[in-house]
């Protein structure tokens, strides 16, 4: 199974965003989700939704965001992992989406996941997305409809975002038993991988996602790890180790 982490861009700077970046890579994860911040909260928790604030704070710009991720990817001493941009579509649509995709494939990211952006309405996005080569990862949720699935699997590639929970990101202390039902049906109909996000935040969790996930997500307590720096002025060092040995541990549960 691979690993993916989450991570705010701008949180509690760009420069510690490099810092973590660096740091994940070198934990073995094997892609990145790095959000940019967005005003109204989409599906977000309380952690992730401080983040964005916190960053937003500094009225950061989208540009500085794709300049700070090619100058990592070009300055890594080793190879970071796949890259991801989680981002509303209402950035997309501003910058416009030939532009923004442009501008994201330059900058070193190899795919999009806009929770906003309705499957009804990906057919131009996901048309850019394959011409210029980069994944549009699509979210479907327990209470996503069999004929509304299909329909996201027409225009999805990369991945599915599997959403193990009707309900906002944060760490809960074990997942639905009707997920694992979920996830079987969703093999059986496509041929993507799937990786789970939402409420996933210790390597004890996997478990029950072997052999039916092909992936997990962790966002809220590795962002978590990263706001420490800001509200309890915990040293960047320290951060970077905190969330270092949780990511290792993700890895090595992933990876067995």
Known sequence: MAFMPFITA????LAATQAVLHELAARGVDLIEIGF???????DGPVIQAS?????AQHLHVNQIFATVRETTANA?????PLVAMVAYAIIFRMGPEKF???????GFSGLIVPDLPADEAAELSRICRAAGIDLVELIAPTTTPARTQRILETATGFIYCISVAGITGVRDELPAELQEQLKWLKSQTKLPLAVGFGISRPDQVDSLRGLADGVIVGSAIVRHIGAISESQVPLPTALQNLGTLAAQMVAATHK
Do not use: E
């Not at 911040?37 to 599906?43: E, M, R, T």
């Not at 964005?52 to 937003?56: N, P, V």
């Open 10 to 13: 701008g949180d509690p700077d």
């Open 37 to 43: 911040p967005y005003s109204d909260p989409i599906a």
């Open 101 to 107: 995709v442009a501008d994201a494939c330059q900058a």
């Open 77 to 81: 001493a080793q190879p970071l992992p």
């Open 52 to 56: 964005y604030t916190r960053a937003l």
